[in-house]
């Protein structure tokens, strides 16, 4: 090896670790990113991401949500999340949907321990480190939101914009409950009210034996939701799947 080769590969070390890092924070293998998409807008949203806020969804799940808002927001409908944790996902939705109003729902208190069913693999009292508040105050500089705390749907029926949520239309809709019964209820509610051309996003549809943890529960729900017509489910990039509303 030449003394030019010898350097070159010291040089690699703190890119490799990088990489492994970023690996190990989000359960899966993260690859270079060599790719032209995170290039300009997109690699400074990555960039600015809070670990704190948790790093569960990686880099090609995030250029999703990005990219389908970019796809979609042209279209009739307001932008929902499910399953809104910390902020992070919320944060990539809001800085790309420009005027487009994006409903959260979250129980922004943890995981509901009474969706948790023999469907799914999954402990209780998770995900409890967050709260409305901190929420709110992370995305306070951006504008159309509407906060739904409690256990979806039912948080809905409870809500003071009960009328105005269920009246809506949808063009983007992100999934991340983990959860057989709660997937089912978002999509009971939202397919129906997806605009054509619309995009649902789910998380977690593809994943086993994670740190995330493991949830066979999200892809029962979607092949017993969409049961005749699978060719609907579109699998894409690490844990997610994609369905894309058609007529």
């Not at 690859?31 to 990555?46: D, I, N, T």
């Not at 979609?72 to 809104?84: F, M, N, P, Q, Y």
């Not at 996003?201 to 943890?213: A, E, L, Q, R």
């Amino acid at each position: 090896m030449t003394l030019n080769g010898f350097f070159s590969r010291i040089r690699m070390i703190p890119r490799l670790i990088r990489i492994l890092w970023r690996s190990f924070l989000t359960g899966t293998y993260v690859r270079p990113e060599k790719y032209m998409k995170y290039q300009g807008r997109f690699h400074a949203m990555l960039s600015q991401r809070d670990i704190s806020r948790g790093m569960t969804v990686t880099n090609e799940e995030c250029y999703t949500l990005y990219s389908s808002v970019l796809a979609t927001r042209h279209l009739s409908g307001a932008i929902a999340e499910v399953g809104v944790y910390k902020g992070n996902t919320a944060k990539i939705i809001c800085e790309v949907k420009e005027s487009k109003q994006l409903i959260l729902f979250d129980t922004f208190a943890g995981m509901p321990n009474s969706k948790i069913s023999n469907k799914d693999e999954w402990e209780k009292n998770t995900h409890q480190d967050t709260s409305l508040e901190s929420v709110q105050a992370y995305l306070r500089s951006y504008d159309s939101l509407l906060f739904v705390p409690g256990e979806f749907p039912e948080s809905v029926a409870q809500s003071q914009h009960r009328e105005f949520i269920e009246g809506q239309k949808f063009c983007f809709v992100n999934i991340d409950v983990d959860l057989y019964q709660s997937t089912l209820d978002c999509l009971n509610f939202f397919y129906p009210r997806l605009v054509s051309g619309g995009r649902l996003v789910s998380h977690n549809y593809n994943i086993k034996d994670s740190p995330g943890g493991n949830t066979p529960g999200v892809k029962d729900a979607f092949f017993e939701f969409f049961e005749g017509q699978e060719e609907k489910i579109i699998e894409i990039a690490e844990t997610q799947c994609m369905i894309l509303k058609q007529g």
